[in-house]
């Protein structure tokens, strides 16, 4: 079954800490890929969005994202985590030749930074 | 805020009630869309209408009834629910009904529990 997959379901990292978050995808062919986070108590937002062009994408707040068609893979990065950094990151996939677009989600991973 | 404003924020209901959640957004947007979000599970496409027409129905049970009266606004009519249902429901807009395309933007989201 097409599905995303995000590996953590909680990450906890202490402040200036390096974070990757993984996502792995099962779709064939073109994809459309996002990350977006959802800070407590607000609304999803996109943190960045992959469509075409380099593979590394560079988004808010320090975060970067790179394409890997290889392995199928969309990780999320970024150098040094700050305390509000904490929230859940949701990656996701358009799937290619869908009639009615539509994104399919990731089951999200919690990040948690100690101060 | 997101442009995307849903109420109420929490609704609590019993299995035999019958209650509607409202959407409405401010960008202009041509295509909306009404998400699942449970505990530890990827979030749930279960409705999308575009140009005020349904045009995915993911399986949804029929307990769950959406309307679109028009492009801005919206509606999730709920009626004999089950515990199950519990879950974050959360709104979402974007141009050209194809959020793979454009960003979707969410809103806050009403959180659901019924007893």
């Known amino acids: 079954a097409q599905s995303v997959s995000q590996h953590n379901h909680h990450v906890i990292l202490s402040e200036a800490a390096s974070l990757e978050l993984g996502c792995n995808y099962s779709?064939?062919?073109?994809?459309?890929l996002f990350w977006y986070v959802q800070y407590p108590g607000q609304h999803l937002q996109l943190l960045l969005k992959y469509f075409s062009g380099d593979p590394l994408v560079k988004g808010i707040k320090g975060f970067e994202a790179e394409f890997i068609k290889s392995k199928f893979s969309f990780n999320l990065r970024k150098p040094s985590v700050q305390w509000s950094d904490t929230a859940e990151y949701f990656c996701a996939v358009t799937p290619p030749y869908s009639s009615a677009s539509k994104i399919i989600f990731g089951s999200g991973t919690r990040l948690s930074i100690r101060p | 805020e997101t442009g995307v404003t849903q109420t109420p924020r929490h609704l609590v209901m019993g299995m035999t009630n019958k209650k509607s959640l409202k959407c409405e957004q401010h960008l202009g947007h041509n295509a909306m869309y009404w998400y699942k979000q449970s505990a530890k599970k990827p979030l749930e496409l279960m409705f999308v209408y575009s140009l005020e027409e349904r045009v995915e129905n993911n399986s949804v049970p029929s307990r769950f009834s959406p309307e679109c009266p028009n492009s801005s606004h919206l509606f999730l009519h709920l009626h004999t629910l089950q515990p199950e249902d519990s879950a974050l429901y959360l709104c979402?807009?974007?141009?050209?009904?194809?959020?793979?395309?454009?960003?979707?933007?969410f809103g806050q989201g009403t959180r659901l529990t019924v007893v």
């Open positions: 779709y064939g062919g073109t994809v459309n």
């Open positions: 979402a807009s974007s141009q050209g009904g194809s959020p793979g395309l454009t960003e979707a933007f």
